[in-house]
């Protein structure tokens, strides 16, 4: 049983620029969350998609878009890159009613330059 | 005040200690509570969920204090494999169902 997988793995970008990420769920799961971690911290919530719906969105700009496919695979959106985006982009899996158990992907690095 | 704070460490500890770490949220009205681990570079895994009752899982104990708005995570005769960061993560209440993370706390076992 595949668990969540992400692409790419590491991304190099530059300012000004556009990027989309791309995740698969956990099979069974049906929401996916997206987090970015900045080094030395905590991963911080971006947006959740259930139902091919943004559900909840955190404290990130427009530039930060999102869209989940019917099945249940999603991608994240950045354009006009900053420095400031460079992170490690998580994606995260949870199955019916168990939003807390959430499941993370190995993450894709972006770096800005 | 940070909706989750934890210190961010880091802990050294010896080899076969128990070792313990709080995690304080600021919303009494959260709802779910858990443990994650992140070894360097990797994603975080889920450890536990701490339940109201406390629960243990093995070397792994958590325990939720409600009244003074923390959680906390103890290890026991710890392994050089326990070497990582520790993150807590709490839902901040029903209807906003995201977990919000703290920095998380470094952990390193010495042999």
């Known amino acids: 049983d595949a668990g969540v997988t992400q692409s790419p793995t590491h991304l190099i970008k530059t300012r000004g620029q556009q990027v989309t990420l791309r995740c698969s769920p956990k099979?069974?799961?049906?929401?996916v969350s997206w987090y970015q971690q900045a080094l030395g911290q905590g991963p911080q919530f971006i947006f959740q998609?259930?139902?091919?719906?943004?559900?909840q969105r955190g404290n990130f700009p427009d530039r930060f878009s999102g869209h989940q496919f019917p099945n249940y695979s999603s991608e994240l959106n950045v354009n006009a890159l900053l420095l400031g985006d460079s992170a490690l982009y998580l994606c995260?899996?949870?199955?019916?009613?168990?939003?807390?158990?959430?499941?993370f992907g190995p993450g894709t690095r972006l770096t800005v330059t | 005040r940070k909706e989750v704070e934890q210190d961010p460490g880091p802990f050294n500890v010896p080899e076969g200690a128990t070792v313990a770490f709080n995690c304080t949220y600021s919303n009494s009205a959260s709802q779910s509570f858990f443990w994650y681990r992140q070894d360097c570079r990797k994603e975080p895994k889920l450890l536990m969920s701490?339940?109201?009752s406390g629960n243990e899982d093995g070397r792994f104990t958590a325990q939720l204090n409600r009244a003074s708005q923390y959680i906390s995570l103890l290890i026991r005769d710890s392994k050089l494999s326990d070497s990582a960061t520790y993150l807590c993560?709490?839902?901040?209440?029903?209807?906003?169902?995201?977990?919000?993370f703290g920095t998380g706390t470094r952990l390193t076992i010495i042999p």
């Open positions: 099979s069974g799961h049906d929401t």
């Open positions: 993560a709490v839902i901040p209440h029903f209807g906003n169902e995201k977990l919000t």
């Open positions: 995260a899996s949870s199955p019916p009613r168990e939003l807390g158990e959430q499941y």
């Open positions: 701490v339940y109201s």
């Open positions: 998609y259930y139902e091919e719906e943004e559900r």
